[in-house]
């Protein structure tokens, strides 16, 4: 087992700059490395369960249900801390073995939980085998399936002592403490019920994979899709082998690809899914451990895993290059090379080389960009970097000039290339978005002369606050070779809501505002004529800005003049950022969890109160309770009892997840009695959450309590 950077034997991936390395060999077959990288890069890890032993300490298995416990097939006599042997059943050769979840038998479920912790927080990308076999179905309405399935999921790296979640249709993730996300490999359909799996979620769907949110969600569901083929339709091991890819971005982005056969391509399951699309869904976090889970009924399965990898989401470099053009023969012109990281992908964390050809017939003259070293080769300029750009960024701009021959053809076109200038040469997610070309036309020199060729930048004050002023402006540019312009230059700005226009000035510019229209007209002749290359003075349309905002706005702006050459780029857009502020809150509610006594007495009776409270002046509905029990109390009894309101339900069995409603001055109170188990000595937290709309307590800052109880303290002799 290695934790570390690794060289993935699946598909692409990447091994970034790595510094001191330690290694401890447990066994021949077996390793166990820690990198110590730089900054810029992740630990990752690779555990393929092919041999005799893991390295003790960093795997945790446990069975939860059923009399088989999970274990390492090619095991006979582990190491204390290791993986154990199975108790039954022919042992696989050393380095042909797998890690078997659970066998055929029914009702059993198993676990197995990473316990060091790996850090994530500039993505993920994870991959593995699964296998499904031997079903021994159920039959019902639907149909004889086999049963449950294989969970795969992360928690929060600062979990300790972790336990697998509730067995059977939640595959071991509901329950599962400080999880992030869960996705179930579904035979049976009841990861997809909201009565075993968690909030939300269409009902039973067998042959499933589904996405489900954090803990801080109820285990909520995201999305699922059923599989073309089957998961568990094989009779051996060896033909029952699924391998998964899975990418999580650092703003919580998922795709989700499973391939049933090797050699086959990989049916994508999910791509771009938004996990944050789910209320009160927890971010990736800075570091995560992962675990798999598995789970059978009155229907069953084997269920095994191998060949586990996780490391640093690759990124994927995008290109782009523009001209200034039409070039003029034996003029000037312009190329921008822009170099984007794309937002589906990881952090370009690896030196980064640019390579530009400028087409026969120019000759570069100048090449640079912030942070870039450029130098310039005949034709051929190289630029290199070391920028760290995240994803969703991009590179600064290159500008490459160029001198247009006399007897240039009368089309050009350049070409460009971006990669990672590493010694991996697989350290991009998709190579064909690199390259890029620029096509343009040469005006030839006994031609007449070129028009005007006018365009518009939007800047200024782009990042407003609520409540505040700004400025924004707008400039008109005639591009490099251009004409200078020869009438009235007329531009024409909007400015949405909900900004409110006070006022309007330029140098040389005659402006009226009509509502969100400003425009803006100058002479454009003689000594006010734009030469090709040169920019006016901006216009600066001053702003004011409400309280209440809903996000970012687009300013809108455009010109014309007789004769322009080029009315392609006439018009643009800027984009002002805006909060999303909402109105102020016409409710007020307050919720409480407490425990009595306190400090509790092992063996005698124990209570749990959580009381909502409006204390404001209005009613307020629909109002979002969660309570967590914790274990083992998650199952137990509730009451409710109620004043300025109706309860629920008189009372109800497990966790809260309850809509409430309550007049001014309501109360709500809702009351678990527990048994303390003699000889208890650990500390026990339970935690309320409540949000309503247009309440203090919204799904973005939700109200929370939380209450934590610990033995009282014996008495010395």
């Not at 990418?247 to 056969?261: E, F, G, L, S, Y």
């Not at 080389?353 to 100048?366: C, D, I, N, V, Y």
């Not at 290359?533 to 996000?551: E, R």
Request: aromatic content about 6%; some cysteine.
């Amino acid at each position: 087992m290695e934790i570390g950077r690794m060289r993935p034997q699946t598909r692409a991936g990447r091994v970034l700059r790595t510094g001191l390395t330690a290694a401890v060999t447990a066994a021949a077959s077996m390793s166990f490395v820690v990198m110590a990288p730089p900054a810029s890069a992740s630990e990752l890890l690779k555990e393929g369960f092919h041999s005799d032993q893991t390295t003790p300490g960093v795997w945790a298995a446990s069975s939860p249900r059923g009399g088989d416990a999970p274990c390492l097939t090619a095991a006979t006599n582990p190491p204390a801390g290791s993986l154990g042997a199975c108790p039954e059943g022919k042992v696989d050769p050393v380095g042909q073995g797998v890690f078997r979840l659970t066998n055929d038998i029914k009702q059993a479920a198993g676990a197995v939980l990473l316990e060091k912790a790996i850090e994530a927080g500039r993505g993920v990308s994870i991959e593995f085998d699964l296998y499904m076999w031997g079903i021994k179905p159920y039959t019902d309405s639907l149909g004889p399936r086999g049963g449950d399935g294989i969970s795969f999921y992360i928690v929060d790296g600062n979990t300790t002592a972790a336990q697998a979640g509730e067995p059977g249709g939640a595959l071991g993730y509901k329950g599962l403490k400080d999880a992030f996300v869960g996705i179930g490999f579904d035979q049976f359909g009841n990861f997809s019920n909201p009565r075993w799996a968690g909030n939300g979620g269409p009902g039973v769907k067998p042959n499933s994979v589904v996405i489900r949110g954090s803990d801080s969600t109820g285990y909520g569901y995201i999305e699922g899709k059923e599989l073309s083929r089957p998961l568990d339709d094989a009779t051996n091991r060896d033909a029952s082998k699924r391998h998964v890819l899975i990418d999580i971005t650092p703003d919580n982005k998922m795709a989700v690809k499973i391939r049933h056969k090797d050699g086959e391509s990989y049916e994508t399951l999910f791509s771009g899914i938004d996990l944050d699309k789910l209320p009160n869904q927890d971010p990736l976090p800075k570091s995560i451990k992962v675990g798999f889970a598995a789970s059978t009924g009155a229907a069953t399965a084997n269920h095994a895993i191998s060949d586990l990898e996780i490391r640093a989401l690759d990124a994927d470099l995008q290109l782009a290059i523009s001209n200034n053009g039409p070039f003029r023969a034996g003029g000037t012109g312009t190329y921008t090379i822009n170099t984007a990281v794309n937002a589906m992908y990881g952090w370009a964390d690896d030196p980064t080389r640019l390579t530009f050809e400028a087409p026969a017939g120019t000759t570069p003259t100048t090449a640079s960009g912030t942070g870039w070293t450029c130098a310039i080769d005949g034709r051929k300029v190289t630029c290199d970097t070391d920028a760290l750009v995240r994803p969703g960024d991009s590179f600064p701009q290159i500008k490459v000039d160029v001198a247009v021959a006399d007897d240039a053809s009368s089309t050009l076109r350049a070409t460009g290339v971006v990669a990672p200038n590493a010694a991996e040469t697989d350290a991009e997610v998709q190579p064909a978005d690199n390259r890029a070309t620029s096509d343009t036309t040469v005006i030839p020199v006994d031609s007449a002369p070129i028009g005007p060729d006018l365009s518009q930048a939007v800047g200024g004050d782009t990042t407003l606050t609520p409540g505040g002023t700004g400025t924004i402006t707008v400039t008109t540019a005639n591009a490099s070779g251009a004409g200078p312009t020869t009438g009235t230059v007329k531009a024409v700005y909007t400015v949405p809501a909900p900004l409110q226009i006070t006022g309007v000035t330029g140098d040389g510019w005659n402006c009226a505002t009509e509502g969100r229209k400003v425009t803006c007209t100058r002479p454009g002749t003689g000594d006010d004529a734009l030469k090709g290359g040169d920019s006016y003075p901006p216009v600066a349309i001053a702003v004011k800005v409400p309280a209440v905002t809903n996000g970012p706005v687009t300013v809108d702006a455009g010109v014309n003049t007789p004769g322009d050459s080029n009315t392609g780029n006439d018009t643009a857009t800027g984009t002002i950022q805006l909060p999303v502020v909402d109105p102020a809150p016409s409710g007020t509610l307050d919720v409480k969890m407490t425990s009595n006594p306190k400090p509790y007495v092992p063996g005698k009776p124990y209570t749990y109160t959580v009381t909502v409270t409006n204390t404001g002046s209005v009613p307020v509905s629909g109002a979002q309770l969660v309570a967590d029990w914790p274990s083992p109390w998650d199952r137990i009894k509730w009451t409710c009892t109620s004043t300025g309101g109706a309860c629920p339900a008189a009372s109800g069995i497990g966790d809260l997840n309850e809509v409430v409603s309550l007049a001014p001055g309501g109360s709500m109170t809702f009351t678990v009695v527990c048994l303390m188990p003699a000889g208890a000595t650990k500390s026990y937290t339970a935690t309320a959450t409540v949000t309503a709309p247009n309440t203090n307590c919204t799904a973005d800052k939700p109200c929370t309590s939380t209450d934590t109880n610990s033995p009282a303290q014996r008495r010395a002799a």
